[in-house]
Each structure stands twice: as C-alpha cells, then as structure tokens.
C-alpha cells in the first residue's frame, strides 16, 4: 500500500521562504512520477510542480515558475518543495501525489491534471500573512 506524508507547513511572512517535504512508503517498484498540488478554500485543486522519477524532467505551474523548485531524493523515496519569495495567493493545504504507473510507463501522462495522480496525501498547510 503507497503511503504519502507531506510535512513543511507552516505560517511564513511574505517574501519568505519554506520547504516542503513529501515522504513515500510502499514505492516498491518506484513510480512514473511525483507531483505537488495545491487547494486553498473554495477553490480547485491546482498544480504546483511535479518530477519524473529520475528527477530528470521538472514541470511548474506558472504562478510558481522561477520561485519553487522541486527535487528528489532517490535514495529515500522522498519529494522537496522549495518555496522561496512566498506571497499571500500562495496560501493552501498542499499536497503531494503519484501515479500508479511503472517507472518504465511509456504511455502519454498528464503531469498537471489530478487525474492522472492515483495516491494522494493528507496535506500540509501553509499559510503566508503577516
């Protein structure tokens, strides 16, 4: 059973920044890809960032270009968030996801659509205000 932990959230003052972390468990095989998506109240879920399992492709939403940055540590099975220059609009439960493809998937895959995620976490909350 794949089992997702994001931990990270917290208040921040605008202009600053934070790091989110997403750890894996029951990755037996690996995954195709791990993503961040992010919902703040009445609104839809949103794509964040998301990295192939060989953390050799990155993707970003463009409300986040140029300020976050996602990363991999192979070894562990764990996601980071780097979220730098934080706004207000930023604040959201963020959360992170995987499909439930093989790392070797050869198909289309839509990296920033929530239905091409299969297993979520609980999310964590971050709250930008001063």
């Known amino acids: 059973q794949v089992h997702l932990a994001e931990s990270g959230g917290r208040l921040v003052q605008p202009g600053g920044s934070l790091r989110l972390s997403c750890a894996a468990s029951?990755?037996?095989?690996?995954?195709?890809?791990m993503a961040w998506f992010r919902q703040a109240p009445g609104r839809e879920r949103e794509f964040v960032a998301a990295?192939?399992?060989?953390?050799?492709?990155?993707y970003y939403g463009d409300s986040v270009k140029d300020r976050f940055y996602i990363s991999r540590e192979s070894a562990e099975d764990t996601m980071y968030l780097r979220m730098n220059v934080l706004k207000p609009e930023d604040t959201a439960v963020y959360y992170c996801?995987?499909?439930?493809?093989?790392?070797?998937?050869?198909?289309?895959?839509?990296?920033?659509?929530?239905?091409?995620?299969?297993?979520w976490g609980q999310g964590t909350q971050v709250t930008v205000s001063e």
């Open positions: 996801a995987v499909p439930d493809k093989s790392p070797y998937y050869s198909g289309t895959f839509q990296y920033t659509t929530t239905d091409a995620y299969d297993y």
């Open positions: 990295i192939s399992w060989s953390g050799g492709s990155k």
């Open positions: 029951g990755l037996t095989h690996g995954t195709y890809a």
